[in-house]
């Protein structure tokens, strides 16, 4: 079994910066493929970022790309979203998730195994 621990939400004016570390129980941390997902009120979630289990390979949703960078930290078992030109439209819960199939990297949230509860972030105008 995996936990995910998601936090570093908050706060932020636009045009700021936050990131979102999550934190991994699990000896297999390295072996798995990992991403970041969000929900805003009233719309269904949406994939972020991710990133594969060698951390070579990244891919990110149109929306954010050139804004966010997923990376990894083996030996603190975390995934990190930082974040930077934060709009008022990035308002959401962020959701770290974990997929342990070997799949490389993954963008369909329907493949990923387990999920952290989520940190919400909320970027005024």
């Known amino acids: 079994q995996v936990q995910l621990v998601e936090s570093g939400g908050g706060l932020v004016q636009a045009g700021g910066s936050l990131r979102l570390p999550c934190a991994a129980s699990?000896?297999?941390?390295?072996?798995?493929?990992m991403g970041w997902f969000r929900q805003a009120p009233g719309k269904e979630r949406e994939f972020v970022a991710a990133i594969n289990w060698s951390g070579g390979t990244t891919t990110y949703a149109d929306s954010v790309k050139g804004r966010f960078t997923i990376s990894r930290d083996y030996a603190k078992n975390t995934v990190y979203l930082q974040m930077n030109s934060l709009k008022p439209e990035d308002t959401a819960v962020y959701y770290c998730?974990?997929?342990?199939?070997?799949?490389?990297?993954?963008?369909?949230?329907?493949?990923?195994?387990?999920w952290g509860q989520g940190t919400q972030v909320t970027v005024s105008s």
């Open positions: 699990g000896r297999a941390f390295s072996s798995y493929a």
């Open positions: 998730a974990a997929d342990d199939d070997n799949r490389g990297i993954v963008v369909v949230a329907d493949w990923y195994d387990y």
